[in-house]
């Protein structure tokens, strides 16, 4: 995890082997792109699988499970599984308020 502004991890959150959390690129593409530099949430009860990357400006709703070497860049809605690079929602997940993974 590395940061630069802020990461926010919700309560029941549970993170992955390899994972990398990242609130800013650390650098510029060239002059007119500077370093990219936006807070990341993690939501309640969200479970980032094993080689995950979350990268600058991302937010995982609640109960959100992202699937083994996923890409998340942007929004995630609450309760679903993505998967991919970039991370797309690819199931609904029915998960009741209040329940959290033990």
């Known amino acids: 995890i590395v940061a630069q502004c802020g990461i926010e991890i919700g309560d029941y959150s549970f993170i992955g ?25 993690l939501g309640t009860n969200v479970w980032l699988g094993s080689r995950v990357t979350v990268l600058p400006g991302s937010k995982i709703g609640d109960h ?30 029915e998960v009741p308020d209040g329940w959290h993974r033990e």
């Not at 002059?31 to 807070?39: D, E, K, L, N, Q």
């Not at 959100?64 to 690819?90: E, M, W």
């Open 17 to 41: 082997d390899f994972v990398t959390i990242y609130d800013s690129n650390f650098h510029n593409i060239d002059p007119t792109h500077p370093p990219r530099i936006a807070p990341v949430v």
């Open 64 to 93: 959100t499970v992202v699937a083994i070497g996923s890409t998340v860049r942007g929004d995630l809605p609450p309760r679903v599984l993505a998967a991919g690079n970039p991370a797309q929602p690819v199931k609904e997940l």
